[in-house]
Structures are given as structure tokens and as C-alpha cells.
């Protein structure tokens, strides 16, 4: 059967028919009386693969036209993927077909919608339909102007002294801090509830690391020493006093913390202690900064989250009101440029709401991740390392487009937090179109190699180093080798951060069990080894060919790091020790990875008090910014090995803005 798209069909079907006109403007085809039957009438039903559903699709038909299209995309992201059925429906109607175009932000889905449309298409006219895809436009225009909204359509006016924009993890810390310095607040999320918080928390100087010191004097951090290791990861593309603002308050963000959530009975924080093993020292050198809390056995019955916590601390306050289903559409500026409100979106009863701020509005709306114009045009590197899995942020770069408008500044290059935690298909590589897997497994040290067997770098340091070297071999994608032995393996490397699958020295949890990761790989009908993911053999040879790399070549490489694993000494790529472990022990394992994408971290420029800024360096006054949507602090890569730098950076930047704006 030959492959078509929906127009050449619809050429096809009508040539020779004289009374038949395609409008061109909508792409509605018109049909005489005597038209040839271009359908089996009927209703026809097909699914694809979104980001974290099947996307189901059933359309009706008659002989000549399509009379009913119902869209299901409940299984998506609800305010990203889950929200476009109806809006897609209505296009595919209009279209009659599927040259319909994607929805700004939720790509994928569109994606998988439209090859589900022309399955339809193609069961009812028994000829293959095939979506016809466009080259990505990576010079798009993704800012646009600033939407005009009438009067007329503002339904609601509301007041208040300070605004929060989002209730994420800056979010929430702006609120509790500003409801509890006195400042009557405002939050408004898009979404129908709050997000609760990233839950690695990387701070300096914290009542938990002075108190370790003694039995581990090597936490102890030089507070220059970590400012110019932050520096030198971005290239120098940071502003060197934002640093030291999370540096010098970071301590008492963590402290602040502790004693508001275990007041409660329900939580502890504890230390991630580990900097890896001081007798093999990496070549990139670890900090111990990161913090999580845990529930504690009254918790864990109580079945609290950080976002129930957190919500009782403000309403205790009396301090704050909420908008959930509202989402920011502009800011507003008197003549000065001084930003005085927003306008924003009631989504869930129409019309739009203008908030009047008296004292400054704060925007903790995250990144762009999910808007896809922009990932394209600021990074299309990323977009080409990374697969889809429907775990990460949902942000699509409203507020930072949304500042943008108001005058402020965007960082001069752009960065993205990244983990070596995704996998592909045996017979597929790395691409935003790819849908992968979430593979927690994927940071651990082993040897990996490219498309054609040959190892590449040292494969341990910083997450984004992996993927970065991984960038520059073939279709962004590589494979990672390990045997029986990996369980001892990954607890002789001594990871830190949130790869670490033991307990930390200092006896802390890691985030994940090395028993419940394995058992998430290897056991049940979802596990990576039953959907064929992760490939299993009982000779390298094998396990080759079920990853479609060369036999020879892989068996070459294995034999080569075995022997470099057998003296102790990497002479290839400066590997430690402690993490060349030989691949000799049957059965072998091996499985294709590529980039988790968490979030992008660059975004509009702020000053020390977290007032967003022009180009010229003036703040706009009323605004300010925390988290993904700011920017002057990553740049290039992310230093992972300062644990939890990015949500200790959001909740310290955060709890900074909340007391400044407060007092106003």
C-alpha cells in the first residue's frame, strides 16, 4: 500500500471530478453530488504514543467527509497535552484531514494526535495516509507581542500587597515567607492545584553541616572555593554576587526549613553526606550540599505532602488567598515602566482577571521545557540529545515571555538541567520526537559506549559532561554496559546526589534504593527488560546484536576496559579506579540512553535583591523573579555535584524576594 498524504489523496480521489474545489484558506474540500466516495462510512478508531499516554482518537465518517472527531488526551500533562482535545478536534474537523497544526507547547501530543487522525483517515478510505511533517522552524518567532486584551473581557479585579505568579517550589517559599512577615498575598497557578517542592535541597553553612564537621571534616565547604567551581562551570556566564547570595543565605533557608516542617511531627531533614571517595579522588570534585526531608512514622499515616505542610503554614497565617485554574497572560506597568498587576486567564470559568499589587509582584513560573518554538530556537542542542518522558517540568515559558515584554532582560546563553536518565529502543536514538523511558540506572559510572561498540569519554564526573561528550557521536545516543556484578559495582562507586543508590556514610537515605531500582528495570510487565528496553544476554556478541551495534567492535572495547579495569588504571580516559569495574560476568546487560530533560535554567536577568532587570542593568520596579524563570546564575552545564544547587538557589532567591518585597 503506498504512502500519501491526506492532499495528494484528496488530488487523487477528485481528479477527472469538475465541479470539486479545495479551499485553499481552510482547507475544506467541497464536493459535488456525483463525487466519487472517498470513505467507507463509519466510525473508526486509532491511538499513538504522547508523552504519558496512548492518544486515543475515533472519527466518523460518510462517503465524502469526516462528520465527528472526539480526542482523548486524558492520560497527558492536564495543562499541557491533556488540554488541547477540543481544540484539536475542532482543527481536524475544519481541515477535514490532517494538516492541522500542532499546539505551541504540547508538540508531542499534537504529534501523536495527528498520526492517530490519518490511521482514521487511512482504515476509512483504505489507502495509507501519512502525516506529512514539517521541518522545525527554529528561527520562529516564539516571543510575539504582548496580547491585547479588551476591557470588556475582564470579568473580575482583584487586589492585593504581594502577588506570587506559579506555586512550585519558589512559589511556595515566596508565599510562606511573605505571609509570614505580614504581607496580605496573593497566588495564582495556572494549574488545578499546586506542585509541592523538588526535594533535594542544596545549601552552605546549615545547622546539619556545622553539626557533622567533626566526624566529617571533609563536608566542610570553602565558601570561595565553591563560588569559583560555580563560576567555572558556566564559562563565566554567571553574575559572581548572585552566587554568593545563595552562598551566604542558603544556611538559613535549609534551618528556616527544618524547623518549620519538623514543628509538625511529621517530617525530619536530614544531610545527603558524601563527597565520594577521598583515596580516588574524581576528576571533578563533589560538595555536600544537598538536604530532604522524610516523613516520619506520624507522617507516613498521616499521608502528608510537602504541599499539605506547606498550605497549613499559610492558612494559619491568614495571609493568603488562592487562584488555581488562573493563568498570567501579561503584566501591566503604570507610565514609569513600574509593574503595577497582571492580567490573567480564569481557565476554568472564562474571561480574565486583573490583580492590582501594591507592593511587587513575584514570578516563580519556571522555564520553557515544554514550549517547543523556543526549545528549538535557544536550544536546539538539548532538543537533540533528550527523549520524551512524562516526568519533569511542565513550564512553556509564559512568564519569561511574559517579562520579556515588560523590558527585561534574557540571559545571553542558555542552559538546561539534564540527567543520563532516559532510554530508548534497541532501534531508536535520541530526538524530542522519540518517546523513551525513565531509566534512574542510567548515572551510574559504567562503561558506555557509542552506536558502533568504541567507548568515548570517562564515563564518570557531572551528568551533563556524559551527555555532552554523548552529543558528539552518532544520533546523540550511546549504550550502557554492565554485567551480574553490577549491585556490588554500584555500591563500590560511592556516588553522590541523587544517583546514589545506598546509604550515605553519614547513615542518610539515598533518594532511590539500588533493590527498588533494579526491581523497576528487570521485574513486572512495565519493567525495562519486559517492554525491551534494557537487553539481556550470556555473551557480549549477543547483547550486540539485540542493541543493533556492531558484534565485533563491542566485543573489541569490552575485551580493551577489562584489561584497563585489571590494572587499576584507566589509560584511555582518566577514569578513577574505584569505578572501573570489568564487564566479565554473565549474563550481560546493555541498554540505549540519552537525555533526561528536568527543566531549562536560563531565564530574565535579576540583581542581587531579585529585581528583574533591563539590559542597561535598572530594575523594573514591582517585579521580581526566583527559580527557572531567572536567570544570571547556570550557564553551559549544571554543577550537579553541589546536590540540590538549583531548588537551594529557588527557595533561597525565593525567601530573598518574599522579605524584600514585604517590606515595602
Known amino acids: 500500500m503506498k504512502n500519501i498524504s491526506r492532499r495528494d489523496f484528496l488530488k487523487g480521489a477528485l481528479a477527472g471530478t469538475a465541479a470539486v474545489a479545495l479551499g485553499s484558506a481552510t482547507g475544506i474540500a467541497a464536493f ?114 504582548a496580547p491585547e486584551i479588551a476591557e470588556a473581557d475582564i470579568k473580575e479585579e482583584l487586589e492585593t500587597e504581594v502577588l506570587v505568579v506559579g506555586c512550585g517550589t519558589g512559589g511556595w517559599i515566596a508565599t510562606m515567607t511573605a505571609a509570614e512577615e505580614g504581607a496580605k498575598v496573593l497566588v495564582i497557578e495556572k494549574r488545578e492545584a499546586p506542585t509541592g517542592i523538588r526535594e533535594d535541597i542544596g545549601s552552605i553553612d546549615s545547622r546539619l553541616q ?25 564559562g563565566g556566564y554567571v553574575d559572581s554576587d548572585l552566587v554568593k547570595v545563595w552562598i551566604d543565605n542558603s544556611g538559613e533557608l535549609v534551618d528556616w526549613l527544618t524547623d518549620l516542617m519538623e514543628s509538625t511531627g511529621d517530617w525530619y531533614m536530614s544531610l545527603e553526606g558524601g563527597v565520594g571517595d577521598l583515596e580516588h579522588p574524581e576528576r571533578d570534585k563533589a560538595f555536600a550540599t544537598g538536604h530532604s526531608p522524610h516523613k516520619t512514622q506520624q507522617g ?33 506597568q503604570d507610565e514609569s ?8 486567564r480564569d481557565e476554568a470559568n472564562g474571561g480574565y482577571v486583573r490583580v492590582k499589587v501594591s507592593k511587587g509582584v513575584i514570578m516563580a513560573t519556571g522555564g520553557y521545557a515544554t514550549n517547543t518554538d523556543m526549545m528549538l530556537a535557544l ?23 511574559a517579562m520579556l515584554w515588560a523590558g527585561a532582560e534574557l540571559d545571553p546563553t542558555h542552559a538546561s538541567m539534564m540527567f543520563n536518565r532516559c532510554s530508548v529502543l534497541p532501534d531508536e536514538t535520541a530526538g524530542y520526537k522519540t518517546n523513551g523511558k525513565w531509566y534512574w540506572f542510567g548515572e551510574q559510572p559504567f562503561l558506555k559506549v557509542n552506536l558502533k561498540g568504541q567507548r568515548f569519554c570517562n564515563e564518570s564526573g557531572p551528568y551533563e559532561f556524559m551527555l555532552h ?19 556490588q559495582y554500584c555500591e563500590q562507586f560511592d556516588e553522590v546526589g541523587c544517583c546514589r543508590l545506598f546509604k550515605f556514610p553519614n547513615g542518610a537515605e539515598s533518594n532511590m534504593p539500588y533493590d527498588y ?69 554473565a549474563p550481560f546487560y546493555g541498554i540505549r540512553t540519552c537525555a533526561w530533560h528536568l527543566t531549562t535554567l536560563n531565564g530574565c536577568r535579576i540583581n542581587t535583591d531579585m529585581q528583574v532587570i533591563r539590559e542597561d542593568g535598572t530594575p523594573i520596579e514591582g517585579l521580581y523573579a526566583t527559580g527557572d524563570c531567572s536567570g544570571g546564575f547556570f550557564s553551559q552545564t549544571y554543577p550537579n555535584l553541589f546536590t540540590g544547587l538549583a531548588c537551594g538557589r529557588t527557595m533561597t532567591f525565593g525567601r530573598r524576594a518574599a522579605r524584600i518585597v514585604a517590606k515595602k
Open 32 to 145: 459535488a453530488d456525483d463525487a466519487k466516495a472517498l470513505y467507507t462510512p463509519g466510525t473508526y478508531v486509532a491511538s499513538a504514543k504522547g508523552i504519558a499516554s496512548d492518544v486515543k482518537v475515533t472519527m466518523t465518517f460518510s462517503e465524502t467527509a469526516i462528520t465527528d472527531v472526539k480526542i482523548d488526551v486524558s492520560g497527558e500533562t492536564p495543562s499541557i497535552g491533556g488540554a488541547i482535545g477540543e481544540q484539536m478536534e475542532q482543527a481536524v474537523l475544519a481541515a477535514q484531514g490532517v494538516e492541522v497544526d500542532a499546539v505551541s507547547g504540547a508538540t508531542v501530543t499534537s504529534d501523536a494526535v495527528k498520526k492517530a487522525v490519518a490511521d482514521c483517515i487511512s482504515q476509512a478510505s483504505g489507502k495509507a495516509v501519512v502525516v506529512q511533517e514539517a521541518a522545525p522552524a527554529a528561527n520562529a518567532d516564539w516571543l510575539g507581542q
Open 210 to 234: 556545622r553539626a557533622s564537621f567533626a566526624q566529617y571534616p571533609e563536608f566542610k565547604i570553602d565558601r570561595t572555593e565553591a563560588l569559583q567551581e560555580i563560576v567555572r562551570y558556566a
Open 469 to 487: 561528550s554523548m552529543y558528539m557521536q552518532p544520533n546523540h545516543t550511546y549504550v550502557d554496559i554492565f554485567d551480574a556484578n553490577n549491585k
Open 379 to 401: 536550544q536546539p542542542q538539548t532538543m537533540k540529545m533528550k527523549a520524551n518522558v512524562p516526568i519533569g517540568s511542565t513550564a512553556d515559558g509564559s512568564g519569561i515571555k
Open 517 to 585: 531500582v533494579w526491581g523497576q528495570m528487570t521485574e513486572g510487565e512495565n519493567s525495562h527488560l519486559a517492554l525491551g528496553y534494557l537487553q539481556k544476554a550470556d555473551t557480549i556478541e549477543e547483547l550486540a546484536g539485540k542493541l543493533n551495534i556492531p558484534a565485533d567492535e563491542l566485543a573489541r572495547t569490552v575485551a580493551r576496559y577489562n584489561v584497563l579495569c585489571a590494572k587499576g588504571v584507566d589509560e584511555d580516559y582518566g577514569k578513577s579506579a574505584h569505578r572501573m569495574t570489568p564487564v566479565d560476568t
Open 337 to 344: 515602566g513600574k509593574v503595577t498587576g497582571v492580567i490573567a
Open 300 to 332: 507516613q499515616e498521616k499521608n502528608v505532602s510537602t504541599s499539605s505542610t506547606f498550605r497549613d503554614f499559610c492558612d494559619a497565617t491568614g495571609n493568603v488567598d488562592w487562584r488555581f485554574q488562573t493563568a498570567l497572560v501579561k503584566l501591566e
